[in-house]
């Protein structure tokens, strides 16, 4: 049986995690209302490419993890680009979103194979809680990471301007465009916003886990986990929902196997769905 230290700390580790995913998608739904399917190719390219620096060129992890956030970015600019004409069908960007995706994981698949790699860590090593739990030091930085870019994100939306006009246009952007805010800028920002913090989560999932292609899509289903849960739309709900989520997914590992994770998920997601269909902090529209 995993110790309740083991559950809180490898939780807070995957709901950090999750939470910079989940607040990504979040964010870019609540400012566009779009569901942009290729959220998970931004958090693998980003992954893929810090590993292709590193173990090809001998890179530095810091300057791969840079070159690999901004390779989501530049992927998310691209998605920005084919959805801008269709914007107002819903059904045409899941569809045009979920191909790119598809696209992305079959490039994916031809250049690296379909195993398991993993991205050398910022840190190396093992921390010693007590003699019976020993804990890699890079989920531990995971957590710290995770949270104080959550923390930054939190204050930029509600502490800049910038972050007042993203919160302007998600709520009314019919009169966020009236009072003379850019709303087509602001969907970009929101969309780069969106793509970095899915490409870092991507990277501190490698530094964690075996990342592969298939997570370009798999990591889809605890993104959705986490925004139906907390509200689509809701950002703060997303963060807690993330790390609710992530207690789960290691609960359900732990006792069950990580085979058993997405169907965990996937019965969360339908059970929520029935229970509260706007989540924690979701609104009707």
């Not at 995913?21 to 979040?26: E, K, P, T």
């Not at 979103?97 to 790699?117: K, M, P, S, W």
Request: proline letters at 2%; a neutral charge.
């Amino acid at each position: 049986m995993p110790s309740a230290l083991e559950i809180i700390v490898f939780g807070t580790a995957m709901g950090g995690i999750f939470a910079l995913l989940a607040s990504g998608f979040s964010l870019i739904f609540g400012v566009s209302r779009i569901l942009n399917f290729a959220h998970g190719a931004c958090f693998a390219i980003s992954a893929y490419l810090a590993i292709l620096l590193v173990n090809e060129f001998s890179f530095n992890v810091y300057f791969a993890t840079l070159f690999g956030v901004i390779a989501s970015i530049l992927l998310g600019f691209m998605v920005y680009c084919l959805t801008r004409p269709i914007r107002s069908n819903i059904v045409m960007v899941i569809i045009v979103t979920l191909a790119f995706a598809l696209l992305v994981e079959q490039i994916l698949l031809l250049n690296f194979g379909d195993r398991g790699l993993t991205l050398k860590p910022f840190v190396e090593g093992i921390q010693v809680i007590h003699e019976d739990l020993r804990i890699a030091k890079i989920r531990i930085l995971a957590i710290f990471i995770a949270i104080g870019l959550i923390l930054l994100l939190e204050i930029f939306v509600n502490g800049t301007i910038l972050g007042k006009r993203i919160n302007a246009v998600s709520q009314d952007s019919e009169s966020a465009m009236l009072l003379g805010i850019n709303v087509e800028w602001i969907y970009l920002a929101t969309m780069t916003i969106s793509s970095a913090l899915a490409g870092f989560s991507g990277i501190l999932y490698a530094q964690i886990f075996n990342i592969y292609p298939e997570l370009v899509l798999r990591v889809l289903i605890y993104a959705f986990a986490v925004v139906i849960l907390g509200g689509l739309g809701s950002l703060r709900g997303s963060i807690l929902a993330s790390f609710i989520i992530g207690y789960l997914f290691v609960i359900t590992t732990m006792l069950l196997g990580a085979q058993w994770s997405e169907f965990v998920m996937l019965l969360a997601i339908v059970s929520i769905l029935i229970l509260r269909p706007t989540g924690l902090f979701g609104v009707k529209e």
